[in-house]
């Protein structure tokens, strides 16, 4: 299995930055995309982001290009979300999730960090 979990969210203000991260544990070597996706209350889960497993791949939703940014660090067993020039709307839950092969699940979850914008 692989374990995530979430870290660096909070509250900001309009306009400012959060860089979340994800860390991953137990049996990485089995991971290849990651990503994260997002909740707001009363709304469907959405894709944020994902990332290969080489990092050269970031794929960004259309609606949050130029604000966002996917990264990993293989190494460290670490995903991030750069989050820039925040809004209101981006207020959510955010998961962070790892695709694997060979595991008992195809995707493991972490339990989301808040993310909460002011106006």
């Known amino acids: 299995q692989v374990q995530l979990v979430e870290s660096g969210g909070g509250l900001v203000r309009t306009g400012e930055s959060l860089r979340l991260s994800c860390a991953a544990s137990?049996?990485?070597?089995?991971?290849?995309?990651m990503g994260w996706f997002r909740q707001a209350p009363g709304k469907e889960r959405e894709f944020v982001a994902s990332?290969?497993?080489?990092?050269?791949?970031?794929n960004v939703a259309d609606s949050l290009k130029g604000r966002f940014g996917i990264s990993r660090d293989n190494a460290k067993n670490m995903l991030y979300l750069q989050m820039n020039s925040l809004k209101p709307e981006d207020t959510a839950v955010y998961y962070c999730?790892?695709?694997?092969?060979?595991?008992?699940?195809?995707?493991?979850w972490g339990q989301g960090t808040q993310v909460t914008v002011s106006s």
């Open positions: 990332v290969s497993w080489s990092g050269l791949n970031p």
């Open positions: 137990g049996r990485t070597f089995s991971t290849f995309a």
């Open positions: 999730y790892a695709d694997t092969v060979g595991e008992v699940s195809p995707r493991y």
